[in-house]
């Protein structure tokens, strides 16, 4: 607690924070299409933005089309998914660890991912490949396990009216470890189908187009939207449910409304990417430490950083090796250590916050 | 003004199997400070849990401002009680501000963010609780009374018509006790609003609320002024302990004082003591000798004296003159009649003067063994009267002198073992 005092800003500050990390962002999202394996020079790179997307009348002499279509249908569109894909995992775990008043919860701790990939692998599995509201069998499949997952975690817990957190928490431990079995299951048992699966558990933004980004765009739209409602009662949520009900917050609709909210996000998010692990737990743990608990500033702050730290690192994952590795490896490869830095600073600084 | 305002109507309450609340009927008028009292586990905190809708009743009703409470929405409920809980932590860095502002919360919904008028409200609270020169501060970093403070002024800024307390004042020293008190006390006073307080300790209660409910074994076992409910029954049954009631001179309110919850042993035959006292000195041991047993009487003591108070307080037969008057011949008659049949006669270590001096006189004709406590030779106001006096009483009566009054009360276990 006291340990951070070091980094958080004054409030006057607060008020660039937003503006200037959005910059940022978008300066990083600029570097990360310039950039990649295949080689196109960094000013043919601009010329086809600047042609492609601003509609400019430049000089296209000497850009093959080749160059043109890596720019436009391979990298900016997964630039742009590894942004929504970073930005609505992370404000679901803000979501998440505001009800949860809980700094180990993500949007996964329910076992929206289990059912997902429980979903996905049945369709890989049986090869499901027709399409179905815009959908392949295996999103939609990934989509329909995490719903029905979150559903009946929920109906598990619920006592009465009212759905205790801690209950909450140990049925989807429960709920995910035996749908992580039957998916271990299904992957013995279709042993020529057990790459594609654990490609899927990784996650990865590869070969994902503007059509997955329509796809996913509504339901993290109306999500987050429903979540930037909720921001002052995640304040009040924060300092305990007891707190929260004798200053006036409905607890039980605001627990419905995250949940549903997250759940809408994150299932459409892996359904199309796969598993993505560390996001939304990571990412607003940093902006918290930055900006402080309060939703307002936080919600937005964690959507603008989380969608940078996933264009980062899909960057990274696009770029580094001969292979493509799945970008959940390397969040999870640069989250795990920098959460462990996290939890030896506030061991000196004497809490969690 | 004097209307009901929170109302309990044969309230019953359980956590699953274990009934709490049995049958709680009380009626709390617009404008009041009721203190709660009781033991640990009688169910006070779980009377606040009812009202703040944190727990279902299993019987009876609660009426809010004459509503009923289990129709009432959280929000509405917040915007007419406010809670104040005991220490409370919160494990994230929100600022004093950010605390207080939460108190607004059921006046806001996510169309309506908080204005100008919320701000002004949340200035004021933090003005009266003394907590806007921290407000940018982190909460987390407070001291307990600021934190209290801090929570208080988040009930103001709720601007509740009733203000429930959950033994706000449990984990501070006493200055901040009494600094959360005077606070309660005001907001009850100028802001009029109606206080519900759970309080655990009584002589706290007693000084600050116009009444007092005793809650025992869920159900309200007394109900009224401090005067009424503070007595030495009431207590006794209520904390199953000996202790001491008497009125404090400073507050004209009861005060308790606790004495002992282990019984002392008790002599198993009969002997009378007879004390000279009459001052402060021989509280303690007249107090102890009458629960290990013995018989006791006392005299000459002038009244309102504290030796006097204790004698009145346990029954002890005592010979008593009026306040600052001395002795008489006559009354020491009549105390050396008192003493005639006593085992023993103590001359406590009081401080002799020439009002009192008269007390040893004629003591060479009693029966008892005579004790004298060393302290009033140390204590003599008599220009040697009192050295005259005891050295003609040595001549003629054995004399034993003891230090104190432990020493004392070993001699006497001692003499009366078989």
């Known amino acids: 607690?006291?340990?951070?005092?070091?980094?958080?800003?004054?409030?006057?500050?607060?008020?660039?924070?937003?503006?200037?990390?959005?910059?940022?962002?978008?300066?990083?999202?600029?570097?990360?299409?310039?950039?990649?394996?295949?080689?196109?020079?960094?000013?043919?790179?601009?010329?086809?933005?600047?042609?492609?997307?601003?509609?400019?009348?430049?000089?296209?002499?000497?850009?093959?089309?080749?160059?043109?279509?890596?720019?436009?249908?391979?990298?900016?569109?997964?630039?742009?998914?590894?942004?929504?894909?970073?930005?609505?995992?992370?404000?679901?775990?803000?979501?998440?660890?505001?009800?949860?008043?809980?700094?180990?919860?993500d949007p996964f701790v329910l076992g929206v991912s289990s059912g997902a990939a429980l979903g996905a692998?049945?369709?890989?599995?049986?090869?499901?490949?027709?399409?179905?509201?815009?959908?392949?069998?295996?999103?939609?499949?990934?989509?329909?396990?995490?719903?029905?997952?979150?559903?009946?975690?929920?109906?598990?817990?619920?006592?009465?009216?009212?759905?205790?957190?801690?209950?909450?928490?140990?049925?989807?431990?429960?709920?995910?470890?035996?749908?992580?079995?039957?998916?271990?299951?299904?992957?013995?048992?279709?042993?020529?189908?057990?790459?594609?699966?654990?490609?899927?558990?990784?996650?990865s933004l590869n070969g994902k187009g503007w059509e997955q980004i329509l796809l996913v765009l509504p339901y993290s739209l109306l999500g987050i939207l429903l979540l930037s409602t909720t921001c002052r009662e995640l304040d009040i949520m924060l300092t305990g449910e007891e707190t929260a009900v004798q200053l006036g917050v409905n607890v039980e609709l605001l627990k419905k409304k995250v949940l549903f909210a997250s759940t809408v996000i994150t299932a459409a998010v892996i359904s199309v990417t796969?598993?993505?692990?560390?996001?939304?737990?990571?990412?607003?743990?940093?902006?918290?430490?930055?900006?402080?608990?309060?939703?307002?500033?936080?919600?937005?702050?964690?959507?603008?950083?989380g969608g940078t730290f996933l264009i980062i690192c899909d960057t990274v994952a696009r770029s580094m090796a001969v292979w493509e590795i799945p970008v959940g490896i390397i969040t999870s490869l640069c989250g795990g250590p920098f959460f462990i830095y996290l939890l030896s600073r506030m061991k000196k600084g004497g809490g969690l916050s | 003004m004097n209307e009901t305002i929170l109302g309990f109507h044969h309230v019953a309450a359980a956590y699953g199997e274990r009934e709490i609340l049995k049958?709680?009927?009380?009626?709390?008028?617009?404008?009041?400070?009721?203190?709660?009292i009781g033991p640990n586990g009688t169910g006070k905190s779980t009377l606040i849990k009812c009202v703040s809708g944190l727990l279902p009743l299993k019987h009876g009703n609660i009426t809010i401002c004459g509503r009923e409470n289990s129709t009432l929405k959280s929000r509405e409920r917040a915007q007419m009680v406010a809670v104040?809980?005991?220490?409370?932590?919160?494990?994230?860095?929100?600022?004093?501000?950010?605390?207080?502002?939460?108190?607004?919360?059921?006046?806001?919904?996510?169309?309506?963010?908080?204005?100008?008028?919320?701000?002004?409200?949340?200035?004021?609270?933090?003005?009266?609780?003394?907590?806007?020169?921290?407000?940018?501060?982190?909460?987390?970093?407070?001291?307990?009374?600021?934190?209290?403070?801090?929570?208080?002024?988040?009930?103001?800024?709720?601007?509740?018509?009733?203000?429930?307390?959950?033994?706000?004042?449990?984990?501070?020293?006493?200055?901040?006790q009494i600094e959360v008190m005077e606070l309660i006390t005001k907001l009850n006073q100028e802001e009029h609003m109606t206080v519900l307080a759970v309080l655990h300790d009584i002589n706290m209660a007693s000084r600050f609320c116009q009444r007092m409910v005793m809650l025992q074994d869920g159900v309200v076992s007394v109900d009224g002024t401090p005067q009424e409910v503070i007595d030495r029954k009431n207590m006794e049954s209520?904390?199953?302990?000996?202790?001491?009631?008497?009125?404090?001179?400073?507050?004209?309110?009861?005060?308790?004082?606790?004495?002992?919850?282990?019984?002392?042993?008790?002599?198993?035959?009969?002997?009378?003591?007879?004390?000279?006292?009459?001052?402060?000195?021989?509280?303690?041991?007249?107090?102890?000798?009458?629960?290990?047993?013995?018989?006791?009487?006392?005299?000459?003591?002038?009244?309102?004296?504290?030796?006097?108070?204790?004698?009145?307080?346990?029954?002890i037969q005592c010979i008593e003159i009026e306040p600052f008057t001395p002795v008489t011949a006559e009354k020491q008659a009549e105390n050396l009649n008192l003493m005639k049949d006593a085992d023993i006669i103590l001359v406590a270590g009081v401080p002799f003067g020439e009002g009192n001096i008269m007390n040893l006189q004629g003591l060479e004709n009693t029966a008892g063994q005579l004790y004298i406590h060393r302290n009033i030779l140390r204590n003599d106001h008599t220009n040697g009267k009192l050295a005259e006096r005891i050295s003609s009483l040595e001549k003629t009566k054995k004399i034993t002198y003891i230090e104190d009054n432990n020493t004392f009360l070993e001699i006497l276990e001692h003499s009366l073992k078989p």
């Open chain 2, 238 to 315: 209520l904390y199953n302990m000996k202790l001491m009631i008497r009125e404090s001179p400073l507050f004209h309110k009861p005060e308790i004082i606790p004495i002992r919850v282990m019984e002392e042993e008790k002599i198993s035959v009969s002997c009378h003591i007879h004390v000279i006292c009459g001052a402060t000195e021989a509280v303690r041991l007249i107090e102890r000798l009458d629960a290990k047993g013995y018989t006791l009487t006392a005299g000459v003591l002038n009244k309102q004296s504290e030796d006097w108070h204790i004698c009145q307080e346990l029954g």
């Open chain 1, 121 to 203: 692998s049945i369709g890989i599995v049986l090869h499901l490949d027709r399409r179905l509201l815009g959908m392949n069998g295996t999103t939609l499949l990934a989509f329909a396990g995490a719903f029905l997952t979150i559903a009946l975690v929920y109906n598990i817990s619920k006592v009465g009216k009212k759905v205790p957190v801690a209950t909450l928490l140990l049925s989807g431990i429960a709920v995910s470890q035996t749908l992580s079995a039957a998916m271990s299951i299904i992957m013995i048992m279709n042993k020529q189908s057990m790459d594609q699966i654990m490609f899927w558990t990784m996650g």
């Open chain 2, 84 to 176: 104040v809980p005991q220490s409370y932590h919160v494990g994230y860095d929100f600022t004093v501000e950010d605390i207080v502002m939460m108190g607004r919360n059921p006046y806001l919904g996510f169309r309506k963010k908080e204005g100008p008028k919320d701000h002004a409200i949340v200035d004021e609270a933090m003005e009266m609780t003394n907590t806007a020169i921290f407000r940018d501060r982190c909460y987390n970093e407070l001291s307990g009374g600021e934190r209290q403070r801090v929570i208080l002024a988040r009930a103001i800024a709720q601007t509740p018509r009733i203000i429930l307390l959950d033994e706000p004042t449990s984990a501070l020293d006493v200055h901040h």
């Open chain 1, 1 to 105: 607690m006291s340990g951070k005092k070091g980094i958080q800003m004054k409030s006057q500050d607060r008020r660039w924070t937003i503006p200037l990390s959005i910059l940022l962002c978008i300066g990083i999202m600029y570097v990360c299409t310039v950039t990649g394996i295949a080689s196109i020079p960094f000013q043919d790179a601009n010329r086809i933005l600047l042609h492609e997307f601003l509609h400019l009348d430049i000089n296209m002499e000497g850009i093959t089309d080749g160059s043109i279509t890596i720019i436009r249908n391979v990298r900016l569109p997964r630039v742009v998914l590894g942004f929504l894909a970073g930005a609505s995992l992370a404000v679901c775990g803000c979501g998440f660890q505001g009800i949860f008043k809980n700094p180990m919860a």
């Open chain 2, 23 to 36: 049958d709680v009927t009380l009626s709390i008028r617009e404008g009041g400070f009721v203190g709660l």
């Open chain 1, 274 to 305: 796969g598993i993505i692990g560390f996001v939304g737990l990571v990412v607003p743990h940093v902006v918290r430490m930055i900006a402080g608990p309060k939703h307002r500033i936080l919600m937005p702050l964690s959507l603008v950083f």
